[in-house]
């Protein structure tokens, strides 16, 4: 059983500034990528960040620029630093991982979720 859990979410001032971690623990032999996605109500979820074990990194355009994330493959965390934040990124943010298990299985998980809010 591997298991996401997430940390660092709230309310923040536009133009603030904000760091999300996320945890990965349990039956885990590697992590390839690690990613950050968000949720809006009614919307679908959509990838904000993904960085690979090699630190190979992709962002959506609405977070180029704005935000960075970065891992510890030691220690299996993602964080997502969020700088210049806009009412827009209102959203609940969620850590995903593409794990392998010893037993060979490999399998994307999910943390529970952490809302931000950006208020105007």
């Known amino acids: 059983q591997v298991q996401l859990v997430e940390s660092g979410g709230g309310l923040v001032q536009r133009g603030g500034s904000l760091g999300l971690s996320c945890v990965a623990s349990?039956?885990?032999?590697?992590?390839?990528?690690m990613s950050w996605y968000r949720q809006i109500p009614g919307k679908q979820r959509e990838l904000v960040a993904l960085?690979?074990?090699?630190?190979?990194?992709k962002y959506a355009d609405s977070a180029k620029g704005r935000f960075t994330i970065s891992r510890d493959n030691a220690k299996n965390t993602v964080d997502l630093q969020m700088n210049s934040l806009k009412p827009e990124d209102t959203a609940v943010y969620y850590c995903?991982?593409?794990?392998?298990?010893?037993?060979?299985?490999?399998?994307?998980?999910w943390g529970q979720g952490t809302q931000v809010t950006v208020s105007p």
């Open positions: 349990g039956s885990i032999a590697s992590i390839s990528a």
């Open positions: 960085i690979v074990s090699g630190s190979s990194t």
């Open positions: 995903s991982a593409d794990v392998a298990t010893p037993s060979g299985d490999i399998a994307v998980y």
